[in-house]
């Protein structure tokens, strides 16, 4: 799993690192924070998630992605309370 994890969350750093506005690469390291445990970074890479939605900052991707602001909002509440490695799906 942390295997996993972790080569999603190079993939993420990589892409931000390229392209330092994709909200969806942002999104896609915090779950891939979360599910390494690394809870209170998560939540902040989700809440700043959630301040380029409000912005409307472009999602960058090249095709249409809706993220769920509700969804990323009851992810940050849990990652919040949480104290075990959470496994999440990134939909």
């Known amino acids: 799993m ?4 972790t ?6 750093e ?14 896609y390291k915090a779950h891939a924070l979360a599910a ?5 970074e998560a939540a902040h890479a989700f ?5 380029r939605i409000d912005q409307h900052t472009p999602l ?8 769920d602001r509700a969804a990323i909002e009851r992810l940050i509440l849990e990652l919040e309370t949480r104290k075990e490695p959470a496994i999440m799906n990134a939909s």
């Open 2 to 5: 942390h295997k996993d994890a």
């Open 7 to 12: 080569a999603r969350l190079e993939w993420a």
């Open 14 to 27: 990589e892409s931000l690192r390229d392209i330092p506005n994709q909200t969806v690469a942002l999104n």
């Open 36 to 40: 390494l445990g690394r809870y209170d």
């Open 47 to 51: 809440r700043e998630v959630l301040t």
């Open 60 to 67: 960058s991707v090249g095709f249409e992605i809706e993220l």
